[in-house]
């Protein structure tokens, strides 16, 4: 059964509470989707990290529920650049 954005936006809220957070269901089957998450929690972390931290978020739901997902991460530009 697919996730629906709704449960997947739930998710990452809940992870990222202070994230911008943009999905978009890439074939309209709730089952490929991209995140772009702009996210404090994120600064100072590789990309690798940044994707495992969204991954936990999931909860395990990754290849099951959710079968793609591409990802964007990055953390917000500090004050003053």
Do not use: C, N, W
């Amino acid at each position: 059964m697919p996730m629906p954005v709704e449960t997947l936006r739930s998710h990452l809220t809940e992870a990222f509470p202070d994230a911008e957070i943009v999905i978009d269901d890439l074939a309209g089957d709730g089952d490929h989707y991209r995140a772009r998450i702009v996210a404090t929690a994120f600064a100072g972390l590789s990309r690798v990290r940044q994707h495992q931290l969204v991954y936990a978020a999931l909860k395990g739901k990754m290849g099951g529920e959710l079968h793609a997902l591409a990802l964007e991460t990055s953390a917000p530009p500090s004050a003053g650049d």
